[in-house]
């Protein structure tokens, strides 16, 4: 039976309550091979058609990659695809999913621009052959579903997250809720500048997320205050230009984050966090940043 929550009067549980979900062990990256900015599917696109620095995005590229090998992940690299320039934001074509009892699931995503549609099978053939189970929505009743750029897990718990309303649509998460057996809170997004979920919400640990308030309902922010004991808010400068809220906890304690997000920076470290910048200024010009960049696996 699905459980998808819109209302924080509907919220019948306590994160205590749900089934526990293992900490990442793995990191997917894909190489920036044929990254660039070729068309204008996000407002962050618009003027830097042609505009990349391929050089720059591939040391960006690398020097995040290093970042996660420090921090002790074992990293998946995929080769990225011609034709396909944003096959780089390897968050967006996929939901992984593992249980308490380490067993594997994804869920495949449906891009809603034809741009990035021929990105899902390159993707979906690495977990074919890794050992996961893989579901596809019905795509008569589904228009869009854009993986983890939309759909984020809480952290250890098996609770999810779920954007709609610019890229994915609100009946994808009846539909997740029912194969994986997890409840949802469906949070509607308001602002195109913030399009994906992971654009405006950044779970940290158990207690704590990173949003940019602004982007969500009344509503929604009613639903992650009634689930979280701390919320720490992005400032608009920082949460547009600087995608501050694109970071990513993936182990709960370390925030891999785009460089030069002083006042996030210091409410992270005011919280206990520890803060790792880097830059993705070349990957910005195509509306995304270090959470986009990534793809956490078990």
Not at 127 to 136: I, L, S, W
Not at 174 to 192: H, M
Not at 229 to 238: F, R, S
Not at 263 to 280: I, M, P, R
Request: hydrophobic fraction near 40%; include cysteine.
């Amino acid at each position: 039976m699905a459980n998808v929550y819109t209302s924080a009067d509907q919220i019948d549980f306590t994160l205590k309550e749900l089934p526990a979900m293992p900490v990442p062990q793995k990191v997917m990256m894909v190489k920036p091979t044929y990254f660039d900015v070729t068309y204008v599917i996000n407002p962050h696109m618009s003027g830097h058609v042609g505009m990349v620095d391929t050089i720059q995005a591939g040391n960006e590229w690398n020097s995040l990659l290093d970042g996660f090998k420090e921090l002790g992940f074992e990293m998946v690299v995929l080769d990225g695809q011609e034709g396909l320039p944003d096959m780089v934001f390897c968050a967006n074509q996929s939901l992984p999913f593992c249980d308490e009892r380490g067993d594997k699931k994804v869920i495949m995503g449906i891009m809603y621009t034809p741009e990035r549609k021929e990105e899902v099978p390159f993707i979906e053939q690495w977990f074919r052959q890794n050992g996961y189970e893989v579901y596809h929505l019905d795509e008569k009743k589904v228009n869009a579903f854009e993986g983890m750029g939309d759909g984020i897990w809480h952290f250890k718990r098996q609770l999810l997250w779920g954007g709609y309303g610019i890229r994915t649509s609100f009946d994808a998460y009846e539909q997740i809720s029912n194969i994986l057996d997890v409840p949802v809170i469906a949070l509607e997004l308001k602002d195109e500048r913030f399009y994906h979920l992971d654009t405006c919400f950044c779970s940290l640990d158990e207690k704590s997320v990173l949003i940019y308030p602004n982007a969500f309902s009344t509503e929604g922010l009613s639903m992650i205050h009634a689930l979280y004991e701390n919320v720490i808010e992005a400032g608009i400068d920082e949460a547009e230009k600087l995608l501050a809220v694109n970071a990513v906890a993936p182990d709960g304690k370390n925030v891999l984050i785009q460089r030069g997000c002083t006042d996030v920076n210091n409410k992270l470290l005011d919280h206990g966090f520890n803060v790792h910048e880097f830059s993705t200024d070349e990957f910005l010009k195509s509306g995304g940043s270090v959470f986009c960049m990534k793809l956490l696996l078990w």
